[in-house]
């Protein structure tokens, strides 16, 4: 399946393009099932060479070159990639999750406008994705970086009549600037220290340049503002709460398979540098625990479905940042699979629960919908389960490693272990609040959501199209199990990705004896255990807490039945109002940016700079209609100017003479 990968690139460029230029002449039907086939597709022959790819055997990369692309002087680039554990890891995802979103979207948009549309802008978000992480070069990574980004604002302001989805889209392409900028420096730097940018030429240079150790923390701080941006971390996350504006399998794509992810894998590409850049990877470590920690307690007074997965999805986020930030790259990248999972599970149930409640959101307005919708509401628990990280669900494995790994190997290991810890206390708190409210209880959707007089009437609510259910079953099973690729000891001590994973993290990607001289003396990554009995007690701590949020949701939602309502007093007040942290932004950059555009605009340039040109302007004027009077067209005029001329001259040299 190696040598057909070209396709696995091609494939939903050309799905992109047949939607795209044909997109008054097909339809619906055919595009969504080409759209479907152009991801499907490259997902079979992924998963093709997956299975080719034995890190037992093979641990050199692929590399293959699809086209030239730029050739400088001794700058080269190509339309180049690199196939390894690490690019097939997170290509499976991309074409797994995204062909279930584009199969679930068939159902989910059919009745929308711009159908056709829509499958040619997730075409072209996969073609982003997939470039970016199968390049084999930083700039090729970075057309996919941009890409994406072009992607999420197409896609989040795909309803641009609505100027609220107009606006989530601005607001998402501008922020991500924001963090690109640190992508294009973090470039910048490795060109100018190895005159290369394709991996393997920066992997055998690094190591050999004295310099590298001075400017290694930098580097890795520039690429991790741009990792800050696109994987929505403090402080520029503010982005993806917004996205929820767009179509629900928008918000699916984004958060499980596609842009979130992107700013890990760039760490996780990068990972030697990051294990040389010690104070930047505590900063990563700290960042992702505050953050988790953060979005979770904004997440439990949220009371639209969306905004509630979308915080957890900033807060899960978070936990995978810990990860990377202490160097335990699988875990990061475990929880990076387990969460494409449930997440894209939890989004693909909202949007079924938002469609037969016919676009209602508002959680308090909800209740009861398992009697109505039984397969959406049983993969919801399932997710719920999962993200709730209660054993045996693939979020308990997962986000349980990390845990155990911040608390062995980070310096502060403790206090970052207690923030993960009490993340996972909220996280489970908000989750079952979310389940309790939307599925369980009384009804409390109004008549127009709901009509008793006809099971398939207009106004009725019933389960969803196969076309939807099926991708939810399918992704219950992932949520379920996907977790038992890699457990502790008292599961079995499967490490089957510590295994998959060994060329990648432990020496590099290729030339990788170069690399022992410059690892940390006390570097062995992925190696550090705990004791048994201290992981035991971990684990117990971790499993209490999912139970005790839990039991606290299943009292307040279920026993005593509350309704959440707006809060406006208190500690309350400032968690529904999200920190007001938008509020700041608003003031601090937004209006300041206006009030200066306006400065500029009407001081600066209309009564300093435009006042300035406009009297250079009348000056001339005033000279050039002085001259203009003397240019009267008579001849004897100029004949008396030339007399006068004449004396003028003669009496300058007379006097000059005297």
């Known amino acids: 399946m190696l040598d057909l990968f070209y396709l696995v690139i091609l494939l939903p460029l050309l799905g992109f393009l047949h939607n795209g230029l044909l997109i008054r002449k097909i339809p619906n039907r055919v595009a969504g099932t080409i759209g479907s086939l152009a991801v499907f597709i490259p997902f079979l022959i992924t998963l093709g060479a997956f299975l080719e790819f034995n890190p037992m055997i093979r641990k050199d990369p692929h590399l293959f070159t699809l086209i030239p692309w730029i050739e400088i002087g001794s700058f080269k680039v190509d339309f180049a990639y690199q196939v390894d554990q690490l690019s097939l890891y997170m290509t499976l995802i991309i074409t797994g999750i995204g062909s279930l979103i584009h199969l679930y979207s068939i159902g989910y948009m059919k009745k929308e406008e711009g ?62 600037r924001m963090g690109d900028f640190g992508f294009i420096l973090g470039m910048a730097w490795i060109y100018w220290l190895t005159g290369s940018l394709r991996y393997t030429d920066i992997y055998a240079t690094l190591p050999m340049i004295d310099e590298f150790q001075i400017y290694v923390n930098w580097i890795a701080l520039f690429f991790f503002i741009a990792a800050v941006g696109k994987s929505a971390q403090i402080p520029l996350y503010v982005w993806l709460p917004d996205a929820m504006a767009g179509p629900t399998p928008v918000s699916a794509l984004i958060h499980a398979a596609t842009m979130v992810t992107a700013g890990l894998f760039l760490i996780a590409r990068l990972n030697i540098i990051y294990i040389n850049a010690e104070l930047t990877s505590s900063l990563i470590a700290w960042i992702g625990g505050i953050t988790a920690f953060f979005a979770a307690s904004i997440a439990i007074f949220q009371n639209d479905i969306k905004k509630v997965l979308a915080y957890s999805t900033v807060s899960q986020l978070g936990y995978m940042f810990m990860a990377m930030g202490v160097g335990a790259y699988v875990g990061g990248l475990f929880h990076v699979m387990t969460h494409a999972f449930f997440k894209a599970l939890l989004f693909l149930g909202a949007g079924s629960v938002i469609l037969g409640l016919h676009h209602e959101q508002d959680i308090s307005k909800m209740g009861g919908v398992m009697r109505h919708m039984k397969i959406t509401g049983l993969t919801f628990l399932i997710g719920t389960l999962a993200i709730s990280g209660l054993p045996p669900f693939s979020g308990f494995f997962s986000k349980d490693l990390i845990l155990e790994k911040v608390f062995a190997q980070s310096q502060y290991g403790v206090i970052l272990w207690t923030l993960g810890a009490l993340t996972a206390l909220m996280t489970s708190f908000y989750m079952f609040r979310l389940l309790f409210l939307v599925f369980f209880g009384k009804e409390r959707f109004s008549s127009h959501n709901h009509d008793h007089s006809s099971k398939h009437s207009e106004h009725s609510i019933h389960e969803s199209a196969l076309t939807m259910t099926l991708p939810l079953l399918i992704l219950s099973l992932g949520a379920m199990f996907a977790g038992f690729l890699q457990t502790p000891f008292y599961a079995g001590g499967i490490t089957l990705l510590d295994q998959y994973f060994s060329p990648i993290f432990q020496s590099g990607i290729l030339l990788k004896e170069h690399w022992s001289l410059i690892l940390p003396s006390n570097y062995s990554a992925e190696t550090v255990q ?6 035991l007690i971990l684990v117990s701590i971790s499993i209490a807490f999912a139970f005790l949020g839990l039991a606290i949701a299943y009292f307040k939602f279920i026993k005593n039945q509350q309704i959440p309502t707006i809060e406006v007093v208190g500690y309350k007040r400032v968690l529904t109002n999200k920190y007001f942290i938008d509020e700041i932004y608003d003031f601090l950059f937004v209006k300041s940016y206006i009030r200066m555009n306006r400065f500029i605009a009407f001081t600066l340039d209309a009564k ?22 003397v240019q009267t067209g008579f001849v004897g005029d100029y004949a008396l100017y030339i007399v006068l001329g004449v004396i003028a001259i003669l009496s300058f040299v007379l006097v000059r003479g005297v």
């Open 608 to 629: 300093i700079i435009d006042k300035f040109f406009m009297s250079l302007g009348l000056g001339f004027g005033l000279i050039s209609g002085l001259f203009r009077r």
């Open 115 to 176: 159908f056709v549309r829509f499958f040619s802008y997730l075409n072209l978000f996969i073609f982003s994705m997939l470039n970016l992480v199968l390049a084999d070069n930083l700039v090729l990574t970075f057309l996919g970086w941009e890409g994406v980004g072009l992607c999420s604002y197409l896609l989040i302001g795909f309803d641009y009549h609505k100027s609220e989805a107009a606006s989530a889209g601005m607001k998402a392409f501008v922020v991500n």
């Open 530 to 535: 705990l004791s048994h009995f201290t992981e």
